[in-house]
Each structure stands twice: as structure tokens, then as C-alpha cells.
């Protein structure tokens, strides 16, 4: 990992120890997909980490410092992951935010993630979302519950983890959202009392004219196709969720090709090259 | 601030970026009152730390060491504020915690707080607590809500906000656990949906033989007398809440010197000190 921190517009080796991130999680992160140096979405992603901040007031930096900061930890022209990680500034005890304080961000260089192949299976996680309507669908660093999600899946050896709100509404995936086919169309789930509003979902919702709804466990065992999506991953399509499997469903492959219109590290061949690699 | 890091048993200038407690808030505090440099209340917030650890699955550090590195930041003898910030090792992205890994741990030490004085006012936060039963009662540091909270007060000029959880009951003050009296008897709410379980609140529990239970925020408003506590402040009586006013009450006075006779730093002398000052 190659990390760079930064304090309001200035490159800087530390934070100050008992930053609000550290002491809180009182921040935002993005995670983006980077094709040949460029972050295709990052438009996207500017435009969330902004509503995410002015959800949790949080300062932003200049988006053009930022932007120039990535890119040269890309200017190989490889590909990769780009995190940035977003707090404010102020130390010692207490949950006050300052009211004025400058941004502390970080970029981190990270390999794509090993390839999955084409066989995601998944269980239906134990502990649940809890229901925080003042920052649903933000991408924040209050992430315990993941945290203890993937704990339960890696015990378990299953891939993924389905995530249930406490009143039983299936949510998301643990680090992705959740695509289901039925009577034809696609549905996913709303994030509005819990979950992330995650960048790829966005661009789905769009290409696929997909309907943010409840969904139930039972529309998820009983879907046509189902699949996860993330703004690295793309689309992973779900093979196994406890008992039930599904086969390749000629609608996910079609949703592929959409999404690889939009963003070149989607590509078809680049899709089938990580499936068989 | 005076702030010392540790890896395992050993001081380190810093923890690695990217680290779990700065991406997903994924770590325990304590909050200790230290009185002529020494923590009365150790090994309360100790057990309180090993429990978090045990839900979070966090690997602890050596109580001795800690001890002693604790100790060794008052050895002057002085007065203060001791913090404790617990996280897991590993970096890079995900969420899934390392099968095993060093504990990383920060102290530091902090000024007493300024005098409140004996006119502490309060409101209704806007934002409710979530209700999330995998790790209620735990001081982890996910503590968006309680940033958020603060910072309505803040706007609202009002010294502390009393929190309800999503379905309306009244959990807790934002940094301190509540006490109402109803009928001569004290009561608590239960923090098993939501919420921390103070140290203070565990003492005063005891020393009052108060009752754990679900409180409405009519009983509050309609209580005899009111207090907020922790473990640095002890007990802080609330004199007005929105347009309900409160006059001393013999019963507040009575719980504080039961609480100075089990903590010297919140002796009645003291506690007379702090509120002229």
C-alpha cells in the first residue's frame, strides 16, 4: 500500500494523534476503481463524498488538489484501487465538532482485489443493519457492523454476507449492494433508513431502470438472477445463497455489457479475463 | 494533550496508515477520572474494556503494561483525565479483522474539564440513537451519532442533549448515562437495545439501588429530580430541560456522597470546589 496523508491542502507525514477518525470513525471514505491511471467515476464519487459531507458537516478539501493528488499516485498509467479517506481536523476529548477545522485526508494505492471466478455463494448474515435514517446512505467510517458481518462469513468460509435490517428488510451485501430480477425486473434494495448508496448501484439504477423498493429475504430466494455490485468489483453475479443456486441468467451477462459501456475496467474482456484468471 | 501509542507491549511513534481504528471506527475507549495519579475506577473501566473486546473480538493488550504505562503519565501526582483507545492490527482494504493481530493502544492524558457550575441545562437531540443489540452497552467508537448530537446542542447554545433511541425511549445524555427519580425510587434506562453502560452508571446502580428499565421521556420530564453521569464528571444534576426546571433536590445530594465515598476524586469538598470554581 502506498498512502499519502494530507491536511487541508498540504501533504503532511502524520495526523495528530486522537484525531476524530481514529477516536470516532467521524469521517467518509471512497473507494474507486482505477483503469489506466484515470478514475473513470470519480464524478461520482466527488458528488457523493459531498452530500456525505454536508450530512455530517464535515469540511471538504479542494476537489482539484485532490483529484491532482490521486492521479500521481497513478502515474504509472496502471490499474488498481484508489481509497480516499476523508476526516476534520481537532483533537482531545470530547464528540464536539470544531466548527471550523481543515479537512484531514489520505489517498491509499491498493491492487485490485484477487479474482473471484464465477462462483459467489453467500449466506444470510446474523447480525443485522441497524435503521439511522440522519446518515443512511453514506459512506461513513462507522463500520462495526460490517466489521463483525465479515467475521461471520470468514468463520463460515462463504464468500459473502446478506445483510437484513433489525425489522427483517434485506439491505445489501456486506461491502456492495444487492441487484434482484423478478417478474422481469430488476430491484434493489432502499437505502434510506440504512446501507450505502454505493456509486456502482447509481449507474445500475440508470442503465437497468431498476426500482428501489423493500426487498424481502423471500424475493431474494425466489429471484430469477441475483447479483452484487460494487465500484470495484462491477457486478458479481451470486451463485449460492445457502440451498439455493442459480445458474448463469442471460440478464446479468446483458447487465455486464452496460456497465462495461460506462467504465473501461468493466470491459467484457476484462470481465472474462478476471473470471478465468 | 500528552498521547503515547503502543503496538503489543511495545511504544511506537505511529500506528501504520490505513489502520482499522482511522477506516471503520473499529476499537473501544475508556474515559477515566485520575485522582492524585491514581484511576480508582480501573478495574471497573478494565472489565468494561474486556467485554467490548469480547463482542468486537479485539485482541487486548496486557493489563499491566497498560497499568503501568497509565500510571506513568500522572507521576506527578496529579489530577486529570485519563483516555484509553483500543484498535485491532492490519491494514489495506476490507472489512474483514485479521485472524489474529497485535492490539493497538493509545493513552493519553487530558486536563480536567471546565466547571459546569450547578445550572446545567438540556434538550431533546434531534437525532435518535439506533438500535443495534450486537454491541449496545459497548464504548466502541462509532460515535457519529453522538458527534451529530453535540453539534445540535452546539447550534442550540444548550449544555447537553438527552437522547432517544428510534422507537422513543429515552436512552441516555450524549456523553453520560441519565438518572431519574420516579416515585422515590431511581431509574435508569436499560442500554441492552442501545447506548453505553457508564462506569458511573454501574456504581451508582449499586450505590442506589436503582432500577434498569425503559424509560419515556414524560417520566422524565415528570421526575422529582434529575442527574446525568460519568466517570470523569461523576454526577451532574439537570436543572432545566426545555421549559421543565428543577430546584436542588435532597436526593442528588445524597448520591454524591455516596458516590465521593467510593471515588475520592468526586469527594463532597470537591465536588463543592468544582461547582464555585
Redesign the interface.
Known amino acids: ?1 502506498n ?1 499519502r ?1 494530507f491536511i487541508g491542502n498540504d501533504p503532511v507525514d ?2 495528530p ?11 467518509l ?1 471512497e ?1 474507486m476503481r482505477v483503469h489506466r491511471g484515470n478514475v473513470p467515476w470519480w464524478p461520482s464519487h466527488w458528488a457523493r463524498l459531498a452530500l456525505g459531507a454536508e450530512k ?2 464535515l469540511p471538504l478539501p479542494d476537489e482539484a488538489v485532490v483529484h491532482a493528488a490521486a492521479v500521481s499516485l497513478f502515474d504509472d498509467g496502471g490499474d488498481g ?1 484508489l ?1 480516499l ?1 476523508l ?1 476534520r481536523g481537532g ?7 470544531p ?1 471550523r477545522s481543515l479537512p484531514l485526508w ?1 489517498l ?1 494505492r ?1 491492487d485490485l ?1 484477487p479474482a473471484r471466478g464465477a462462483d459467489t455463494d453467500a449466506r444470510w448474515c446474523d ?2 443493519l ?3 435514517p ?2 443512511a446512505g453514506v459512506k ?12 461471520e462469513c ?1 468463520d463460515a468460509g462463504v464468500d459473502e454476507g446478506l445483510m437484513l435490517d ?1 425489522e427483517g428488510h434485506v439491505i445489501s451485501a ?2 456492495g449492494n444487492l441487484f434482484v430480477l423478478v417478474d422481469g425486473r430488476w430491484l434493489t434494495p432502499a437505502v434510506d433508513h ?1 446501507g450505502v448508496a454505493g456509486v456502482c448501484r447509481g449507474h445500475l439504477i440508470h442503465l437497468l431502470q431498476a426500482v428501489e423498493t423493500s426487498v424481502s429475504a423471500a424475493q431474494v430466494e425466489g429471484a430469477d438472477a441475483v447479483f452484487l455490485s460494487n465500484a470495484v468489483r462491477g457486478i458479481l453475479p451470486l451463485v449460492r445463497l445457502g440451498s439455493r443456486a442459480w445458474p448463469p441468467h442471460p440478464a446479468i451477462a446483458a447487465a455486464r455489457q452496460l456497465l462495461a459501456g460506462i467504465h473501461p475496467g468493466f470491459a467484457f474482456d476484462a470481465a472474462l479475463k478476471t473470471e478465468r484468471s
Not at 483533537?91 to 465538532?97: F, L, N, V
Request: net charge positive; with cysteine; proline share 3%.
Open positions: 500500500m498512502a496523508r502524520a495526523w494523534a486522537g484525531n476524530r477518525l481514529e477516536a470516532y470513525g467521524d469521517g471514505f473507494t455530517l458537516r484501487v481509497k479517506l476526516g483533537t482531545g476529548r470530547g464528540y464536539a465538532p466548527a489520505m491509499s491498493h482485489p447480525i443485522r441497524a435503521m439511522q440522519a446518515f461513513h467510517c462507522n463500520r462495526l457492523e460490517q466489521v463483525l458481518a465479515r467475521a470468514d433489525i456486506i461491502a440504512c
